[in-house]
């Protein structure tokens, strides 16, 4: 078998920090992860016109999370709690998310990817968590984020049951959007305590997940079990 080679998206910065220049960055371990299990991690240039391209060169696709959240403009009428929009990120996500569902290689979702994804398929988000819903969970836990916080409940019908084999996992958290109606095609696999969504999984194509967490840091058999089947799709 081959290494397949995994596209994946990168955060994007105007100035500021690393350079007063525009500049690209993602974190160590979304690529380690990938590499680790036999696959070749590629990040992708912000650069649209090369998507089709890159659809007939790529095995999978990861849309990564990140600090910034997806203008309210593409799925509400009003700002609701949403702050650090990255215009040219999402664009970029929206598109080569299109193209890649039209395909049947594998795509995950990784915290805001799995919202990115919703959205793309005319879901829409809850803006702010805490103010609106009553919630006990500290979804941006304040222990490191490569330990787990709090409980998800799987779906017994769900592809995500089928990989990881169990009901309820323990997970880290660092979002203060989630998933809120589901967009076309997506259903919810799993939840937390408070209802909300945790992760989502297209219902046409043979392996596209959204998950609300994030299994790169590979704390738990769950988060490797996913990884490592991301990686055998592709």
Not at 138 to 143: C, T
Not at 165 to 194: C, L, R
Not at 211 to 218: A, D, K, T, V
Request: charged share 20%; glycine share 6%.
């Amino acid at each position: 078998m081959k290494n397949p080679i995994i596209g994946i998206t990168l955060d994007y910065e105007v100035s500021g920090g690393y350079s007063k220049f525009p500049w690209y960055a993602i974190r160590e371990n979304y690529l380690s992860c990938l590499h680790k299990f036999g696959a070749i991690p590629f990040p992708l240039f912000h650069e649209n016109s090369l998507n089709d391209y890159l659809l007939k060169t790529l095995d999978g696709l990861v849309i990564t999370g990140g600090n910034f959240d997806i203008s309210p403009t593409l799925y509400s009428k009003t700002s609701d709690g949403s702050r650090n929009i990255k215009n040219k990120r999402t664009n970029f996500e929206i598109d080569i998310f299109k193209k890649f569902i039209q395909t049947s290689k594998p795509i995950l979702g990784i915290c805001g990817g799995e919202q990115l994804m919703n959205v793309a398929a005319g879901g829409d988000l809850i803006q702010d968590i805490n103010t609106s819903i009553e919630t006990s969970i500290e979804h941006e836990q304040h222990n490191p984020r490569n330990e787990v916080s709090h409980e998800v409940n799987i779906k017994n019908n769900s592809k995500l049951f089928q990989i990881i084999k169990k009901n309820k996992i323990k997970v880290n958290s660092a979002h203060h959007q989630s998933v809120k109606n589901i967009g076309e095609n997506f259903t919810i696999s799993a939840s937390a305590s408070d209802k909300v969504v945790e992760a989502i999984e297209h219902t046409q194509h043979p392996w596209c997940l959204g998950i609300q967490w994030h299994p790169e840091f590979l704390i738990t058999d769950a988060d490797i079990a996913i990884v490592k089947n991301f990686i055998k799709h592709a």
